[in-house]
Every structure is written in C-alpha cells, then in structure tokens.
C-alpha cells in the first residue's frame, strides 16, 4: 500500500522562500478597521437625529391631536379644528422633511469626506507596499544573480 507524502516540510520551504510582508496587510486591516468605525458614527449619529427628528413630530402631532378632540360648542368649531390640524400638520412635514433631508445631507458629505480621505490613505499604503515589495524583488534577484 502506498504511504501518503508529508508536503508539509515542502510548503513551509516554499512559503518562505516567497518573501511576505505582513505589515502592509496589517496596516490595511487598520485602515480598514478605522475607516469602518468612522462610517458607523456617521450612520449612527444620522439614525440618532432621525430618531429624535421623529420623536418630536410624533409627540407634535399627539399633542394637536388632543387639542382637536376636545369637545366643542358648535358643529362648526370641529371643522375649524380640523382645518386648523391639517394646516398645522401640513406646516409641520414640511419642517420635518427639511430636517430629515439636512441629516441625510451631513450622512453624505461625511461619507464622501471618509471615502476621500480613505482613498488617499489607501493609495499611499499600496503605494509603499509596492515600493517595498520591489525592492525585495531587486534584492532577491541580485543575491541570485550574485551565487551564480
């Protein structure tokens, strides 16, 4: 029966005869890591004054509610309150939507700011790893020529 070969020994000569920089790996993973922790505060800030955006409109308009469900003299007297609710309500959205659509305008310009910024980081990182790696390379390849 045949006995199955340990390529063990064999992979670990072969991985280390190809030279691996791990800092670089190690320094993407950071910016990375960084970059991720910065795109969760902008999305968590922007879900926190949305909340609060919608909390108050909520306890604005609970609060006109009551007003309008108050018993009234005359027939007429609900209709003015309903009118004078839709009028409230239709005044209110649109001040709501205008602070909805400022929390989505800071989400973007700060996503875009990070990715900016990110981008840079990213390109001089892959820039060095680069530099370096060639620099491995053209040792490498001197010291073979050089035992030759």
């Not at 791990?22 to 926190?48: H, I, P, R």
């Not at 990182?125 to 040792?139: G, I, L």
């Amino acid at each position: 029966m045949a006995k199955a070969q340990d390529f063990t020994t064999a992979m670990k000569d072969m991985m280390g005869a190809f030279p691996v920089d791990t800092a670089a790996l190690e320094d993407a993973f950071k910016t990375n890591a960084t970059l991720t922790e910065k795109l969760s505060g902008v999305a968590l800030e922007a879900a926190e004054k949305s909340s609060e955006i919608s909390s108050k409109w909520t306890k604005d308009t609970l609060g006109k509610m009551a007003d309008m469900s108050k018993a009234k003299a005359e027939p007429a007297d609900y209709a003015k309150a309903l009118t004078d609710f839709a009028s409230a309500q239709a005044e209110v959205a649109a001040e709501n939507m205008a602070a909805f659509a400022e929390v989505a305008k800071k989400v973007q310009m700060d996503t875009v700011e990070l990715m900016m910024a990110a981008g840079k980081d990213l390109t001089e990182d892959a820039t060095a790893a680069v530099k370096k790696a060639t620099e491995e390379v053209t040792s490498a390849a001197k010291k073979a020529t050089a035992t030759k």
